[in-house]
Every structure is written in C-alpha cells, then in structure tokens.
C-alpha cells in the first residue's frame, strides 16, 4: 500500500519539479494514515520526519515497522541509506519546538533554489534550515525588492534575505533572537556574494526591536513568527501569535514607508487575522498563490500581503 501509494506520488510531483529545476521539494507528506511521515528531497538526500502518534506497537514492532517503510523509500525513490535522514517530531508545535537540536553531527551541505546557495542541515534539527513551503514566497520577495530597504523578523536562517539581496535590496536587515540561526543567515548571504555593509544583521527580541523603530524605516517587510516562543532570551514575557500578532504588525506598520509591504505568514492552524485593528491601505489573502505544488492540498500555513 505504502509502496504504490509513494510510487503514485513521486512520479507525479518528480516531473512537475524536473520540469520547473527544482531540487528540494517534498514528496510525500502523512498521504495514507498508516505512514505518518514527510519525505523531502533536498537535491540528492532525503529528509524523513516521522510525526509521533499513539502506534500501540512496543520500540522493538515500531523499528520494525519504520525499517520496512524505509527500505521502501529506498526502493521507491532510488536514494541509497546512507542519503537518508530520518526525524521523529510532535505532531502539534511552535516553530520553538522545530528548532530543537536533537543532535551533535554537525553536518552541513549546500543546496541550490532558483539559483541561489543555501547552507542546509538534515541530522542535528528538527528543520533543515530552509522551509520549502515558502520557496513562492521567497521568489515574490525577490521579484519586489529592487531598491528598497528590507527588514526580514524572526529571520531563522535567512532565505528571505538572500532572495532579498538577489533582488537588488538596496539594503536588507535580518533579526532574529538566536545567535546561531542569525550566524547561520549570515553565512548564507556569504555564499550569495552578499557581504557589505548594507547587509545587518540584529540579534534581538522582534517584540522589543519593533518598539524602537522610527517611521519611514523600510519599504519591505518579511514576517514569520513562531506560533509560540518563551525563550529565556526575551526581555517580554512570552509571544503568543494570536494574542500579539496585530501589536506586531501594527509596529511593523508604524516602521514602513507609505506604500510598503508587508509579507505576514504564521503556521499556527486556528490562527484568526483581526482585520478590523490593523490599519492599512489593503490586506490580501495569498496563502493559496504562495503555496507550492509539492504542498497543494497539504499547507497547514497561512500567508498575506499587507500593504501601508
């Protein structure tokens, strides 16, 4: 079952990401109720995550199992054992939960999208360092940027500021509270060319950042916060998204220049945009535009483009 099913699913979404050159993309995601897994390639790797769930079978029967599925992911897509890695995670969390490190390999590898040079990890996070799900996103942010000055919040690894910088940014800002991520950002715009001044890089608490920011800042701006966050790292209490999210887009607002836009996406499910208490010129719902075809139909994000 789970071999047809995968084979089904890899013949189609293999020819749609030949067809576009795209080397990372997602090939399976929980299809069949009795395989709860994600499959990603990330050019010739494979990136598996297991979603945890009550299997009722004891460790010795769930490695049994997991081997199984896994020697038919090998056949299936023709990536030898050696190529895959393979991630348990909850199935319900924040980005906070995603971005434990579960372990000390160290393991870093270079991939390409639409050209540009990213540094992934697929042994020692429950993410790999760059979100495909967002791979349309990042290409409108690069067709927008030409010129203008970006401001990227909650910046993980940086993509946004890459596709930015590719672009043409006239200067391109990235924050992020993790020391790690942000030096992570960094070297991705390194391997871009991207190293002058007009590249920054903050290390801050966004909630903070935001409240410091004079008007007129930036005339482009990402944000894809955490659904949940109560780092140590914060001076405020915690970030909740649903409770905080129209005090941050609003700060966002006050930052950015007549005209300006806003790129606001979150990955909690239940998630509900107070449209009446945000001030600006219009709000679009692009969460469909934005969604890949390796995702089609599977997209537990929402996305819109928030204009001043």
């Not at 001076?235 to 998204?241: A, E, Q, R, S, V």
Request: net charge neutral; with cysteine; aromatic share 12%.
């Amino acid at each position: 079952m789970f071999e047809n099913r995968l084979a089904k699913v890899f013949k189609h979404i293999h020819k749609q990401a030949k067809r576009q050159d795209i080397t990372c993309y997602r090939v399976y995601d929980h299809d069949l109720p009795e395989f709860p897994m994600s499959i990603d390639f990330y050019e010739d790797k494979l990136y598996i995550a297991e979603y945890r769930r009550r299997h009722g079978m004891s460790d010795e029967e769930h490695e049994q199992w997991l081997d199984a599925a896994l020697a038919v992911v090998e056949k299936v897509l023709c990536v030898a054992q050696d190529k895959i890695y393979v991630k348990q995670r909850q199935r319900k969390q924040g980005r906070l939960g995603q971005y434990q490190k579960v372990s000390e390999e160290k393991e870093y590898f270079v991939v390409e999208e639409a050209g540009l040079k990213f540094k992934v990890n697929l042994s020692d996070y429950l993410d790999t360092g760059l979100f495909l799900d967002h791979r349309i996103t990042r290409a409108m942010v690069k067709q927008e940027a030409a010129g203008k000055r970006v401001l990227n919040l909650f910046a993980y690894t940086g993509s946004f500021s890459v596709y930015a910088a590719a672009g043409g940014a006239s200067s391109v800002t990235t924050v992020d509270l993790s020391k790690t991520y942000l030096t992570w950002a960094e070297e991705n715009m390194v391997l871009n060319g991207f190293n002058d001044t007009s590249f920054r890089f903050d290390n801050a608490d966004v909630k903070q950042y935001l409240q410091e920011l004079k008007p007129n800042m930036f005339d482009l701006v990402i944000m894809d916060p955490p659904t949940f966050s109560n780092s140590k790292k914060m001076k405020d209490d915690f970030l909740d998204i649903q409770r905080d999210h129209v005090e941050l887009i609003s700060n966002v607002l006050y930052a950015m220049s007549p005209g300006a836009i806003l790129y606001f996406s979150t990955n909690f499910t239940k998630f509900i945009l107070d449209k009446e208490n945000i001030h600006c010129s219009t709000i679009k719902d692009i969460t469909g535009a934005t969604t890949p075809f390796d995702f089609s139909g599977k997209l537990k994000r929402y996305c819109w483009k928030i204009v001043k």
